[in-house]
């Protein structure tokens, strides 16, 4: 008896283990019966997880907590809070112990703001008690009832505006203007239904700020109405005696005084609340209330905090719902505005000076260090991923705008996440450093990853350890050395919990009952652990630096179809120019983003201080602010943490107690290297205490002569991709070891320096008695009881600089070179990193796991909703609870045809409207030629699931004679062609669409000169069209708009944009809106071969965040209902003639397909979609 062979599991291969690459690990293993399809190995450099989020335990400090930088979880965190969630449901811990729980590990933080910076007032005037060049700016942003990580979708682009109008509402309400408490509406019967506002039907409870305007909640800006009274009345009487001269000069204006301008806020907000279709009326009323608000506060705002905080306020919503409204964003998404910089965005529609450079914009650059090679004069943030981002965090957070990790962040998300996917059977090779990815001879694949072992295991007791050998592997000796050193001999410092079975490194030990990472290695498992010991820092031996002085001890080469299928790059974007140099070469998407995307250098410190919070003369409740002094210009409280450390108990009476009160993290940009003076990235220390004399021997080397700080030879220089990386980023070679530890001592002399200006206006009662700004180094906590500065020294300091460390930048005019998870240009290799071009596309925690699971639905489909991965939602009719969504790979061709012959084509009741995309006396028809991929409802997930080929012929600019479903333009369908017999019936019976099943073919063409793909459709009676075109030399753009901005000019007839370069810009925002719209109308057709009523229904092209690539071929047109000279042979190209032209792309995209209107069935499916029977829509369909 015979049976089929078993089917080889597909491995994995995971590179880096950051959030990303953790998070891709968690959702492909998550899927039942995983095992039998993967095998998933992770392969790391050095000693633990976590990429820019990892931290350690310090064995020698009292196991205390040492961070990359500061690190909090936003409340709209939903992706990465989900996978937490899921993760201690799985890890199981018993209750008793430490962090048991996702809500023992991440608890609310409310308190959030920045600093004002106000050089030139006077204190008194204030009558603020702090340094009068700086203002706190706290707020208490109220906690709600929603939990983050169930999955709740993100408002749509309109919903949040309109939750914008409700702040500006709430602030004007709060505020010296406002109207009394618990007073009626202004002119409004008390008792009729208009002045109670109810809030509309079926509405879900407020998230985040959309609580504020209600009754009066304690949220952001409650305080307004309450600050500061002495001034706020004198500064009224200044109000008043200007208001009837204003008032007389502005008598046109819908806004004159505070009572019309509450009235015109609540219309603004009833008719957001309407439809986005009032977006400019609204504009036109917010814009009033600014111009009108500034003339009255102009003269006194400076002086005033709660007039300038009101105005900054208005300024920054009136700006922003003018660029959302004006700027493409309901269309588009945000992406759309990030061709500009946020605070040119804002300026461009209509943002005060004051108002961009307030505290809130200077904290919003903070908060992200958006400043090009970390200087803090150069500030760049691409307008929409920062705009999206911010929003989300002011409207969307669920439960608190933060959650504070209750430990290091190794040990809340990455010792759970190791030890659930070591559980499941993810294999780990920790010490393993990837240096180079290889393609196959097609240049298609990968095919070797080149990886270098950095140390041997030891063996367990039960017996010796037999070195693994694989195929072209070169074995390397590894040098003894012998170094004398203060640390503490291995047998006193604390043993991990390494299991005796175990033939592989284990990487956590136990502190106060809560598994941990080191800080460093666990030397005891490493074989010659005391050389490395002795020379992780005095000789940089540190295994996860780019300049690290130590040898590997083995090189493994990885080969396809052996030990791996698939890869997933998880390592972050500043190491890629130095692992990928073949496929950047190879590539000009790859080539783009290690170019346009730039990353930064961050520095971080934290001070364990004696004195508690309040006794520093900190006033209020545990707080977090950004926009102070630079460069380390944020601030947050994290005592919390010292319960989690092991520090000795004292007692506050003893004046040398070392058990600290207060913990402070502060993070900011760091300047690059050869910007820093007076530290130059290639000098040699005249002398040290920490290093050997220069004429030291080179460790591990075989040539004696060779220095540690010279290159060993010519060969050992990167040149290149990684030399060009190198010189942008101002980094040394990686011969330079001593780098690290001349930037580690720059970051000290910037650290006590700016201890010594600026720590008292945070903390009043801190500061030397000769000195009121410099702080009281007494107060830090140092076991050695050293004086002065020198004991800072006891506190830990972090110089982020590392390839891999630095932070990725998101500036203007980056984000179309970001690539798609799913769409890395080579077919075995995904990506994994808040770098990807994932729906955030900011650097966080977030936007990494939104990446690490868009890696695992594209390898197994799972999960399939990613929340907030597309924001361009609710701005267009018919969108509802229920819709069919997939992926489309196709071409698509606009042709220009007579328009007489195209207004032939139309049925009763429609007719042409006039466009800008043919030249006069021409109309586009559109044909679509494609494979749509997974199309399946949004509800149920789990249905469907079609793959099949289709045909459309379409008319845009059309417009409707009756209004049953609203005049248009619409693009009017005749005929669906489709190779899916349940897809054909579907479309007739559901939607109510003209399809017809035919015979679709896509195939490339051979023996041609020129590689050419033919796409060809016949029904059964005949043939329908085909399209040839030319496969080659035609560069892939990342949107429409990315196409037509970097690509040629689309020469169309009315806007030839010549030579002038402010008409080319002109042009190319033509060109994207009317392009745009033509592909974004509601299709309109009818069933019955016509005789059927009309349907219209909402199709989504994702144009946003496509792959579009230029096409050059020629279509052949042959149908039925195409008369005389519609038949015939039609040449396109790809927008880069001189002369107007039909024309043709290539488009690979996620598109939505909406439930149709109207259709009694479809409203049936509505109401279904809503929860109200789910099993009679799963049987119905």
């Given at each position: 008896?015979?049976?089929?062979?078993?089917?080889?599991?597909?491995?994995?291969?995971?590179?880096?283990?950051?959030?990303?690459?953790?998070t891709a690990?968690?959702?492909?293993?998550?899927?039942?019966g995983?095992?039998?399809?993967?095998?998933?190995?992770?392969?790391?450099?050095g000693?633990r997880?976590?990429?820019k989020?990892?931290s350690?335990?310090?064995?020698?400090?009292?196991?205390?907590?040492?961070?990359?930088?500061?690190?909090?979880?936003?409340?709209?965190?939903?992706?990465?809070?989900?996978?937490?969630r899921?993760?201690?449901?799985?890890?199981?811990?018993?209750?008793?112990?430490?962090?048991?729980?996702?809500?023992?590990?991440?608890?609310?933080?409310?308190?959030v703001?920045?600093?004002?910076?106000?050089?030139?007032?006077?204190?008194?005037?204030?009558?603020?008690?702090?340094?009068?060049?700086?203002?706190?700016?706290?707020e208490?942003?109220?906690?709600?009832?929603?939990?983050?990580?169930?999955?709740?979708?993100?408002?749509?682009?309109?919903?949040?505006?309109?939750?914008?109008?409700?702040?500006?509402?709430?602030?004007?309400?709060?505020?010296?203007?406002?109207?009394?408490?618990g007073a009626?509406?202004?002119?409004?019967?008390?008792?009729?239904?208009a002045?109670q506002?109810p809030?509309?039907e079926?509405?879900?409870?407020?998230?985040?700020?959309?609580?504020?305007?209600g009754?009066?909640?304690?949220?952001?800006?409650?305080?307004?109405?309450?600050m500061?009274?002495?001034v706020?009345?004198s500064?009224?009487?200044?109000v008043?005696?200007?208001?009837?001269?204003?008032s007389?000069?502005?008598?046109?204006?819908?806004?004159?005084?505070?009572?019309?301008?509450?009235?015109?806020?609540?219309?603004?907000r009833?008719l957001?609340?309407?439809?986005?279709?009032?977006?400019?009326?609204?504009?036109?009323?917010?814009?009033?209330?600014?111009e009108w608000?500034?003339?009255?506060?102009?003269?006194?705002?400076?002086?005033?905090?709660?007039l300038?905080r009101?105005?900054?306020?208005?300024?920054?919503i009136?700006?922003?719902?003018?660029g959302?409204?004006?700027?493409?964003?309901?269309?588009?998404?945000?992406?759309?505005?990030d061709?500009?910089?946020?605070v040119?965005?804002?300026?461009?529609?209509?943002?005060?000076?004051l108002?961009l450079?307030?505290?809130?914009?200077?904290g919003?650059?903070?908060?992200?260090?958006?400043?090009?090679?970390?200087?803090?004069?150069?500030?760049?943030?691409?307008?929409?991923?920062?705009?999206?981002?911010?929003?989300?965090m002011?409207?969307?957070?669920?439960?608190?705008i933060?959650?504070?990790?209750q430990?290091?962040?190794?040990?809340?998300?990455?010792?759970?996440?190791?030890?659930?996917?070591?559980?499941?059977?993810?294999?780990?090779?920790?010490?393993?450093?990837?240096?180079?990815?290889?393609?196959?001879?097609?240049?298609?694949?990968?095919?070797?990853?080149?990886?270098?072992?950095?140390?041997?295991i030891?063996?367990?007791?039960?017996g010796?350890?037999e070195?693994?050998r694989?195929?072209?592997?070169?074995?390397?000796?590894?040098?003894?050395?012998v170094?004398?050193?203060?640390?503490a001999?291995?047998s006193?410092?604390?043993?991990?919990?390494?299991p005796?079975?175990?033939?592989?490194?284990?990487?956590l030990?136990?502190?106060?009952g809560?598994?941990?990472w080191?800080?460093?290695?666990?030397y005891?498992?490493?074989?010659?652990?005391?050389?490395?010991?002795?020379?992780?820092?005095?000789?940089?031996?540190?295994?996860?630096?780019f300049?690290?002085?130590w040898?590997?001890v083995?090189?493994?080469?990885?080969?396809?179809g052996?030990?791996?299928?698939?890869?997933?790059?998880?390592?972050?974007?500043?190491?890629?120019?130095?692992?990928?140099?073949e496929l950047?070469?190879?590539?000009?998407?790859?080539k783009?983003?290690?170019?346009?995307?730039?990353t930064?250098?961050?520095?971080?410190?934290q001070?364990?201080?004696?004195?508690?919070?309040?006794?520093?003369?900190?006033?209020?409740?545990?707080?977090?602010?950004?926009?102070?002094?630079?460069?380390?210009?944020?601030?947050?409280?994290?005592?919390?943490?010292?319960?989690?450390?092991?520090?000795?108990?004292?007692?506050?009476?003893?004046?040398?107690?070392d058990?600290?009160?207060s913990?402070?993290?502060f993070?900011?940009?760091?300047?690059?290297?050869?910007?820093?003076?007076?530290?130059?990235?290639?000098?040699?220390?005249v002398?040290t205490?920490h290093?050997?004399?220069?004429?030291?021997?080179?460790?591990?080397?075989?040539?004696p002569?060779?220095?540690?700080?010279?290159?060993?030879?010519?060969?050992?220089?990167?040149?290149?991709?990684?030399?060009?990386a190198?010189?942008?980023?101002?980094?040394?070679?990686?011969?330079?070891?001593?780098?690290?530890r001349r930037?580690?001592?720059?970051?000290?002399?910037?650290?006590?320096?700016?201890?010594?200006?600026?720590?008292?206006?945070?903390w009043?009662?801190?500061?030397?008695?000769?000195?009121?700004?410099e702080?009281?180094?007494?107060?830090?906590v140092?076991?050695?009881?050293?004086?002065?500065?020198a004991?800072?020294?006891?506190?830990?300091?972090?110089?982020?600089i590392?390839?891999?460390?630095?932070?990725?930048?998101?500036?203007?005019?980056?984000?179309?070179?970001?690539?798609?998870?799913?769409?890395?240009?080579?077919?075995?290799?995904?990506?994994?990193?808040?770098?990807?071009?994932?729906?955030?596309?900011?650097?966080?925690?977030?936007?990494?796991a939104?990446?690490?699971?868009?890696?695992s639905?594209?390898i197994?489909?799972?999960?399939?909703?990613?929340?907030?991965?597309?924001?361009?939602?609710g701005?267009?009719p018919?969108?509802?609870?229920?819709?069919?969504?997939?992926?489309y790979?196709?071409?698509?061709?606009v042709?220009?045809?007579?328009?007489?012959?195209?207004?032939?084509?139309?049925?009763?009741?429609?007719?042409?409207?006039?466009?800008?995309?043919?030249p006069?006396?021409?109309?586009?028809?559109?044909?679509t030629?494609g494979a749509?991929?997974?199309?399946?409802?949004?509800?149920?997930?789990?249905?469907?699931?079609?793959?099949?080929?289709e045909?459309?012929n379409?008319i845009?600019?059309?417009?409707?004679?009756g209004?049953?479903?609203?005049?248009?333009?619409f693009?009017?369908?005749?005929?669906?062609?489709?190779?899916?017999?349940l897809m054909?019936?579907?479309?007739?019976?559901?939607?109510g669409?003209?399809?017809?099943?035919?015979?679709?073919?896509?195939?490339?063409?051979?023996?041609?000169?020129?590689?050419?793909?033919?796409?060809?459709?016949?029904?059964?009676?005949?043939?329908?069209?085909?399209?040839?075109?030319?496969?080659?030399?035609?560069?892939a753009?990342?949107s429409?708009?990315?196409w037509?901005?970097?690509?040629?000019?689309?020469?169309?007839?009315i806007?030839?944009?010549?030579?002038?370069?402010?008409?080319k810009?002109?042009?190319?925002?033509?060109?994207?809106?009317?392009?745009?719209?033509?592909?974004?109308?509601p299709?309109?057709?009818?069933?019955?071969?016509?005789?059927?009523?009309?349907?219209?229904?909402?199709?989504?092209?994702?144009?946003?965040?496509?792959?579009?690539?230029?096409?050059?071929g020629?279509v052949?047109?042959?149908d039925?209902?195409?008369?005389g000279?519609?038949?015939?042979?039609?040449?396109?190209t790809?927008f880069?003639?001189?002369?107007?032209?039909?024309?043709?792309?290539?488009?690979?995209?996620?598109?939505?397909?909406?439930?149709?209107?109207?259709?009694?069935?479809?409203?049936?499916?509505?109401?279904?979609?809503?929860?109200?029977?789910?099993?009679?829509?799963?049987?119905?369909l």
């Open positions: 008896m015979s049976g089929s062979a078993p089917t080889r599991k597909k491995k994995i291969a995971v590179l880096g283990s950051g959030v990303g690459a953790m690990a968690f959702e492909l293993t998550s899927v039942p995983w095992k039998d399809e993967y095998e998933v190995t992770v392969y790391q450099q000693f997880l976590g990429g989020g990892a350690g335990r310090n064995r020698k400090a009292s196991d205390r907590i040492e961070e990359h930088g500061l690190h909090v979880w936003l409340g709209f965190y939903e992706n990465a809070f989900n996978m937490m899921r993760c201690y449901e799985e890890l199981g811990r018993n209750p008793n112990m430490p962090l048991s729980s996702w809500d023992e590990a991440f608890k609310k933080f409310s308190y703001g920045v600093m004002e910076s106000i050089e030139g007032e006077d204190a008194g005037i204030r009558g603020l008690e702090v340094d009068p060049d700086w203002v706190f700016w706290i208490h942003f109220r906690e709600n009832k929603h939990t983050p990580g169930q999955g709740k979708e993100f408002l749509s682009i309109w919903d949040v505006a309109g939750e914008m109008i409700g702040l500006a509402l709430h602030a004007f309400e709060t505020s010296p203007y406002g109207p009394p408490q009626p509406v202004p002119g409004a019967n008390p008792d009729s239904a002045s506002t809030p509309p079926n509405t879900s409870p407020p998230v985040g700020l959309a609580s504020a305007e009754a009066r909640k304690e949220s952001f800006l409650a305080d307004l109405a309450t500061t009274v002495g706020v009345g500064a009224l009487g200044l008043a005696r200007r208001s009837n001269a204003s007389q000069r502005h008598r046109t204006r819908l806004v004159v005084g505070p009572t019309t301008a509450h009235l015109q806020l609540l219309r603004a009833e957001a609340r309407a439809s986005h279709e009032h977006g400019s009326t609204i504009c036109e009323i917010l814009a009033d209330l600014r608000l500034w003339d009255e506060i102009e003269h006194i705002v400076e002086q005033n905090t709660v300038r009101l105005w900054i306020l208005i300024d920054l009136t700006s922003g719902l003018r959302v409204v004006f700027d493409g964003v309901l269309e588009h998404g945000w992406d759309v505005i061709k500009y910089d946020l040119e965005w804002l300026r461009r529609n209509g943002a005060n000076e108002t450079r307030s505290g809130i914009i200077r919003t650059y903070d908060f992200v260090f958006a400043y090009e090679k970390g200087d803090t004069r150069r500030p760049n943030m691409a307008a929409g991923a920062m705009v999206r981002a911010m929003l989300r002011l409207f969307e957070y669920r439960g608190a933060f959650w504070k990790m430990a290091g962040m190794g040990d809340v998300v990455f010792a759970p996440l190791y030890i659930v996917l070591k559980s499941r059977g993810v294999r780990f090779e920790f010490f393993h450093r990837v240096t180079k990815l290889e393609l196959d001879a097609s240049k298609t694949e990968i095919e070797r990853i080149r990886i270098d072992r950095q140390v041997w030891k063996p367990p007791p039960t010796p350890q070195p693994p694989h195929e072209d592997d070169a074995p390397i000796q590894q040098a003894p050395l170094l004398e050193t203060d640390e001999p291995p006193e410092q604390p043993e991990s919990v390494r005796a079975h175990l033939r592989e490194y284990y990487p030990f136990s502190t106060k809560l598994l941990s080191p800080s460093e290695p666990l005891e498992q490493i074989v010659d652990g005391d050389a490395l010991r002795a020379g992780w820092t005095k000789l940089n031996y540190n295994l996860e630096s300049w690290s002085s040898k590997p083995e090189k493994r080469v990885l080969k396809k052996e030990d791996f299928d698939i890869v997933v790059l998880g390592i972050a974007l500043g190491a890629l120019p130095f692992i990928c140099q950047i070469e190879h590539s000009r998407q790859w783009d983003m290690v170019e346009h995307i730039p930064v250098q961050t520095q971080s410190m001070l364990w201080m004696r004195p508690s919070l309040q006794n520093l003369g900190w006033n209020g409740a545990s707080s977090c602010v950004a926009g102070y002094a630079q460069p380390e210009n944020t601030y947050c409280d994290m005592t919390h943490l010292i319960n989690r450390e092991n520090w000795p108990v004292g007692t506050p009476e003893d004046p040398n107690r058990y600290p009160g913990l402070a993290y993070a900011g940009p760091l300047l690059d290297a050869d910007l820093l003076r007076p530290f130059p990235v290639a000098s040699i220390p002398s205490t290093l050997p004399p220069p004429q030291a021997p080179f460790v591990g080397a075989t040539d002569s060779v220095s540690l700080f010279a290159p060993p030879s010519s060969t050992a220089t990167p040149t290149g991709i990684a030399a060009a190198l010189q942008r980023d101002g980094l040394p070679p990686p011969w330079d070891h001593d780098f690290p930037m580690h001592e720059a970051v000290r002399r910037i650290s006590v320096e700016w201890l010594t200006k600026n720590p008292g206006v945070l009043p009662l801190a500061t030397t008695t000769h000195d009121e700004d702080l009281n180094w007494f107060f830090l140092d076991p050695r009881h050293r004086d002065g500065k004991r800072f020294d006891a506190q830990y300091w972090r110089a982020n590392d390839p891999s460390e630095r932070y990725v930048m998101s500036p203007k005019g980056s984000t179309h070179y970001r690539l798609h998870s799913d769409k890395s240009g080579f077919e075995n290799l995904f990506l994994a990193g808040d770098w990807t071009k994932n729906g955030l596309n900011t650097g966080c925690v977030e936007s990494a939104m990446s690490g699971m868009q890696v639905r594209a197994c489909g799972f999960p399939e909703n990613i929340v907030g991965d597309y924001d361009v939602r701005t267009t018919a969108l509802g609870p229920v819709e069919v969504l997939g992926e790979d196709g071409a698509v061709a042709l220009f045809l007579p328009e007489n012959d195209v207004r032939r084509m139309l049925p009763n009741g429609l007719e042409l409207e006039e466009q800008e995309i043919t006069p006396g021409f109309h586009p028809l559109v044909i030629l749509r991929e997974g199309a399946r409802f949004s509800f149920p997930r789990s249905l469907l699931h079609r793959n099949y080929l045909v459309m379409a845009p600019f059309v417009r409707m004679t209004f049953s479903l609203g005049r248009g333009p693009t009017y369908v005749p005929r669906f062609y489709v190779t899916d017999p054909a019936g579907g479309g007739l019976l559901f939607w669409f003209d399809t017809e099943l035919a015979s679709v073919e896509i195939r490339d063409k051979r023996g041609t000169s020129t590689p050419e793909r033919l796409w060809q459709v016949r029904s059964p009676l005949r043939r329908f069209c085909a399209l040839t075109a030319s496969m080659q030399g035609r560069e753009f990342r429409l708009e990315d037509l901005d970097r690509g040629p000019i689309c020469k169309l007839p806007r030839n944009a010549g030579s002038n370069p402010a008409c810009t002109e042009a190319i925002a033509r060109n994207v809106k009317a392009l745009s719209s033509m592909l974004s109308q299709i309109l057709t009818r069933s019955a071969r016509g005789l059927g009523p009309f349907v219209s229904a909402c199709l989504d092209w994702g144009l946003g965040r496509c792959e579009v690539r230029p096409l050059d020629r052949t047109l042959d039925e209902y195409l008369a000279p519609m038949r015939g042979k039609y040449d396109i790809g880069d003639a001189t002369t107007s032209h039909s024309f043709g792309f290539q488009i690979r995209t996620r598109w939505k397909l909406s439930l149709p209107a109207p259709s009694g069935l479809a409203s049936r499916l509505v109401e279904l979609g809503q929860g109200k029977n789910k099993l009679a829509l799963r049987s119905l």
